[in-house]
Nanobody, 124 residues
Framework: QVQLAESGGGLVQAGGSLRLSCAASGRTFGSYSVDWFRQAPGKERKFVAAISRNGNRTYYADSVKGRFTISRDNAKNAVYLQMNSLEPEDTAVYYC?????????????????WGQGTQDIVSS
């Protein structure tokens, strides 16, 4: 089992950047593929980005491709989401999710474990 905690959210102007972190408990974080999802006010939760357990493969939603970068440091039990060129439409609560997998390069959308989320607000 793993526990996840997001941080790094905040208020930023359009065009700015934020870096989110997802910190995980446990010594086997490298066994989990990890995703970022987001949920805007009044809307359903949507997929943003995914990274394989070894970090060699990534996958992005079309809406963030070229602006967001997902990365991980298994030695630090952390996954990051670097968000550049932010737009008001990126305003949402951002969640990380993890799923245990034996496949080192698998991209898995959706997780068995979720964090509590961190709020990002992008002003126009």
């Amino acid at each position: 089992q793993v526990q996840l905690a997001e941080s790094g959210g905040g208020l930023v102007q359009a065009g700015g950047s934020l870096r989110l972190s997802c910190a995980a408990s446990g010594r086997t974080f490298g066994s989990y593929s990890v995703d970022w999802f987001r949920q805007a006010p009044g809307k359903e939760r949507k997929f943003v980005a995914a990274i394989s357990r070894n970090g060699n493969r990534t996958y992005y939603a079309d809406s963030v491709k070229g602006r967001f970068t997902i990365s991980r440091d298994n030695a630090k039990n952390a996954v990051y989401l670097q968000m550049n060129s932010l737009e008001p439409e990126d305003t949402a609560v951002y969640y990380c999710a993890a799923k245990n997998t034996q496949a080192e390069q698998a991209i898995i959308v959706g997780g068995d474990y979720w964090g509590q989320g961190t709020q990002d607000i992008v002003s126009s």
